[in-house]
């Protein structure tokens, strides 16, 4: 399978649901399972890289201790050293 140019992350993600769903479900022949399991792994690697993507564009609006507003990477909301704590 390969993934299709209009495939967005809320399609993969309901794919990927009913994939477990068949494979919860005990039914499917080994046959069936592997390709569901191949179909699942691609879409999982998939939704993956569209979430890294967007962590990657997203900045976050935070309150610095000084007061002041500063625009930071999304990784950096982790780090609380620079930022005031909420009371």
Not at 8 to 19: G, H, P, Q, W
Not at 39 to 66: M, N, P
Request: with cysteine; net charge negative.
């Amino acid at each position: 399978m390969s993934i299709s140019q209009d495939m967005t992350f809320e399609k993969a993600l309901a794919r990927l649901e009913k994939i477990v769903e068949r494979m919860d479900s005990g039914e499917p022949s080994l046959e069936e399972a592997l390709e569901l399991f191949s179909e699942g792994t691609e879409l999982a690697q998939y939704c993956s890289s569209v979430i890294e993507d967007a962590e990657g564009k997203l900045e976050a609006l935070v309150e610095a201790k000084d007061g002041k507003n500063e625009v930071i990477p999304f990784e950096a909301c982790d780090s609380d050293e620079n930022y005031k704590e909420d009371d």
